[in-house]
């Protein structure tokens, strides 16, 4: 593909850094926005400083913010709109600002693209489909949500759910949309503090010298996706040429529980670590096994890394 003009929204988080800094390597001129929620300066500290790469802190419901990332590039040819709340913590402490800020992101970044005539990649979620009667999870599946007067859960599911139809609408109207839903992406700078994910948790447990935490029994399962793979799943999923449908399931399909999970973390521990059980948060999915057919089929994509090889990688890189 040739140079393209592109906005990160999220930009300095887990994985939209990852994803600037491979843009970047490919000679697209990229702008990271990002509120520095939970992203990081220190995430871009590779290609900070490269001719081809700018971050501007600003907040992605903002339209100067948006403008102005926009005017920086000279136009706009692509947003991968990455943006959000994420971390589970966070979707029963803060559902208001979960919901604000996905949602009206989701609305602000498409309202951009259609402006600028831009190809719209939106970062969904496996929690758009709220709690799916089965698995895997195939597009066309229902997506099924429980009342929430139950629990808080689904601010951050029902804002996926709420970005796929607005994308889905706007690409209706004409505009040039791909979904992308990774499942448990993973890596290095994987969020570990309590509003974090359970592998960088799991493994800052293990830099504590504390034990880990399983919630519940730790039968439900997850499929956890090498941070890399997931990358070329959204570059991908953002190259291919237009067809119907293109919304992509980017998850590896080795499904481990969370209780195995641990036990193979705990093995990295130096000092020990055990392995103990605690409450988990209500409303958490039981499994979240994705297809992949459509991006095997239309993205030649398939996870390459596989978990034991992801967790040794991650470990050997937070402790050197
Ligand atoms: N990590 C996963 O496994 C996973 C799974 C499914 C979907 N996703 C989606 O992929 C995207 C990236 O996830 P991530 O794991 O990198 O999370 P992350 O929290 O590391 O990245 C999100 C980024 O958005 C920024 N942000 C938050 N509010 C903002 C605002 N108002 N304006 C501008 N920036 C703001 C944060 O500071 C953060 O850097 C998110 O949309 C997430 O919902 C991630």
Redesign the pocket.
């Known amino acids: 593909m040739s140079a393209q003009r592109i906005l990160v929204?999220?930009g300095?988080?887990?994985?939209?850094s990852s994803l600037c800094e491979r843009l970047v390597q490919q000679g697209h001129s990229v702008v990271a926005?990002?509120?520095?929620?939970?992203?990081d300066e220190a995430n871009l500290d590779g290609i900070i400083g490269e001719e081809n790469f700018s971050l501007y802190a600003?907040?992605?419901?903002d339209v100067d913010d948006l403008d102005a990332c926009v005017e920086a590039m000279g136009g706009l040819d692509i947003i991968y709109h990455?943006?959000?709340?994420?971390?589970t913590k966070w979707f029963h402490e803060a559902a208001h600002s979960v919901i604000d800020?996905n949602i009206n992101?989701t609305l602000r970044t498409l309202e951009l693209a259609m402006a600028n005539d831009a190809r719209y990649i939106f970062?969904?979620?496996?929690?758009a489909f709220g709690e799916p009667d089965s698995q895997p999870i195939t597009d066309g599946d229902k997506m099924i949500f429980s009342n929430p007067a139950q629990h808080q859960r689904h601010s951050y599911g029902g804002s996926?759910y709420l970005g796929e139809v607005a994308s889905q609408h706007a690409a209706r109207e004409g505009l040039d949309v791909r979904i992308v839903?990774?499942?448990?992406?993973y890596g290095p700078r994987l969020?570990g503090d309590d509003y974090g994910?359970v592998i960088g948790i799991f493994f800052q447990n293990i830099l504590e010298g504390a034990d880990l935490t399983v919630h519940g029994n730790g039968s439900q399962t997850r499929s956890f996706t090498w941070i890399d793979d997931v990358v070329d799943g959204f570059v991908n999923a953002g190259e291919v040429n237009s067809s119907p449908n293109m919304v992509f399931n980017i998850g590896s399909t080795e499904e481990i529980s969370i209780l195995d999970l641990a036990a193979k973390i705990a093995k990295f521990s130096p000092s020990g670590a055990e392995v103990v059980h605690g409450e988990g948060y209500f409303g958490d999915s039981n499994r979240r096994l994705p297809d992949i057919s459509r991006a095997v089929e239309l993205l030649n994509w398939h996870s390459k890394v596989s978990l034991d090889d992801g967790l040794q990688l991650m470990w050997d890189v937070l402790t050197t």
């Open positions: 929204t999220g300095a988080g887990f994985i939209g926005l990002d509120s520095m929620f939970r992203g600003g907040d992605v419901r990455l943006a959000a709340i994420n971390g800020v992101g970062a969904s979620s496996p929690e996926k839903r990774p499942f448990n992406a969020c994910q």
